[in-house]
T-cell receptor, first 116, second 113 residues
């Protein structure tokens, strides 16, 4: 049973436009959400996170939105740049795990391609 | 520069052999984690450790073992009992406090000869 889902395996966006990556979750107890960016043969790089007490968090070109009633979060990248081409993973933290909040459940990733 | 170092980057194993993947961090983080990534899938948690000399099983611990004798080091052994060991293995760490993101090394790709 996949608790964190990224239903779009791939997304292509024109350079300079907005990229919107989506993520849905089923566990209403998740209280902290993160986005990671991953290049081939490298480890994921942390991008941005949001606590469940907020509905928006912004960091430069990256904004994460959280809709708790819909159990949905999204990552907006504006403007998109060629260096943004990578696989993006969303992850959620389970506060009921036996070591606090740091058990992360990952989605399967969305491959973003920025077209010059 | 602080970070997480995984070695080797590529590793080949013969059937029936145990292999150990290294993970070292100089971030002074208390918590460390091992994940496995398979093609088209998300990361799955193998083992984690919140402090030295303590570690817990994750979701897919069968066929793996770990140790945490030093704060900086969290080696993962893939034993011969692991039926499908070919994968990309990622080590991560974080301070261990609430709402602190995990930071990852660059991974080790393990292949069976």
């Amino acid at each position: 049973d996949q608790q964190v889902k990224q239903n779009s395996p791939s997304l292509s966006v024109q350079e300079g436009r907005i990229s919107i990556l989506n993520c849905d979750y089923t566990n209403s107890m998740f209280d902290y959400f993160l986005w990671y960016k991953k290049y081939p043969a490298e480890g994921p790089t942390f991008l941005i996170s949001i606590s469940s007490i907020k509905d928006k968090n912004e960091d430069g070109r990256f904004t994460v939105f959280l809709n708790k009633s819909a159990k949905h979060l999204s990552l907006h990248i504006v403007p998109s740049q060629p260096g943004d081409s990578a696989v993006y993973f969303c992850a959620a933290s389970d506060p009921l795990s036996n070591f606090g909040n740091e058990k992360l459940t990952f989605g399967t990733g969305t491959r973003l391609t920025i077209i010059p | 520069d602080g970070g997480i170092t995984q070695s080797p980057k590529y590793l080949f194993r013969k059937e029936g052999q145990n292999v150990t993947l290294s993970c070292e961090q100089n971030l002074n983080h208390d918590a460390m984690y091992w994940y496995r990534q398979d093609p088209g899938q998300g990361l799955r948690l193998i083992y984690y450790s919140q402090i030295v000399n303590d570690f817990q099983k994750g979701d897919i611990a069968e066929g793996y073992s770990v140790s945490r004798e030093k704060k900086e080091s969290f080696p993962l052994t893939v034993t011969s009992a692991q039926k499908n060991p070919t994968a990309f293995y990622l080590c991560a760490s974080n301070p261990g406090r609430k709402n602190q993101p995990q930071h990852f090394g660059d991974g080790t790709r393990l292949s069976i000869l």
